[in-house]
């Protein structure tokens, strides 16, 4: 069981570099970086609210002229579903159709993933990055090593306490042209 909570603790950590990885030591080139110089910050599009037109705009506004969908999934936060989730026609039918399946499933026929550590909506700061929509290919992932777990009984004798590392060796970057299409909070118009 210990093993199996560093690996899955691991994996936590992979997922948070994806999208917010600084790419310095130790860590992957996330998509929601500058150091992601594969995506044109002008490309990235601004959002003030979760309507019914945003899925069809993040959709469209994805590649170039003749792209449209290309297996693209969206990748966003528990809580950005969630208001998805919310968004209801005048007559109270829901807006989007959403199936889960675990942190995976669809809105409207549109696969998503859920990541903790995209931004929220509700929460986050103007200019945030809350979501990216694109191919789950247009980030490579190289693995150098295999994951090695070990244990210790040295490290924290003195308080009877066992410890454990999990490490791999790995590296990541967006590695297509405009390979995702960043979301991010824009301006709230004051009333």
């Given amino acids: 069981r210990t093993v199996d909570g560093v690996r899955k603790a691991l994996r936590k950590k992979l997922a948070r570099e994806i999208l917010n990885g600084a790419g310095g030591t130790n860590e992957l080139v996330g998509i929601f970086t500058d150091k992601a110089t594969a995506i044109n910050p002008a490309t990235d599009l ?51 159709d959403i199936v889960n399946n675990g942190n995976t499933g669809t809105i ?39 994951t090695e777990v070990k244990r210790s009984d040295d490290f924290k004798f003195k308080e009877g306490m066992i410890a454990h590392r ?8 967006v590695v297509a042209h405009n390979g995702f299409l960043r979301i991010k909070k824009g301006t709230i118009p004051e009333a």
């Fill in 46 to 96: 601004s959002i003030n609210e979760i309507n019914k037109d945003t899925l069809d705009e993040i959709i469209y506004s994805y590649g170039g002229d003749e792209d449209v969908e290309d297996e693209a999934v969206l990748i966003l936060s528990k809580d950005d579903l969630r208001l998805f989730s919310q968004v209801r026609y005048e007559d109270g039918r829901k807006v989007y």
């Fill in 108 to 146: 409207n026929g549109v696969q998503f993933i859920i990541n903790s550590t995209a931004g929220s909506m509700a929460t986050s700061d103007e200019g945030a990055y809350l979501m990216a929509y694109g191919p789950l290919s247009n980030y490579e992932m190289a693995i150098f090593s295999p």
């Fill in 166 to 173: 999990g490490s791999v060796f790995a590296g990541g970057n």
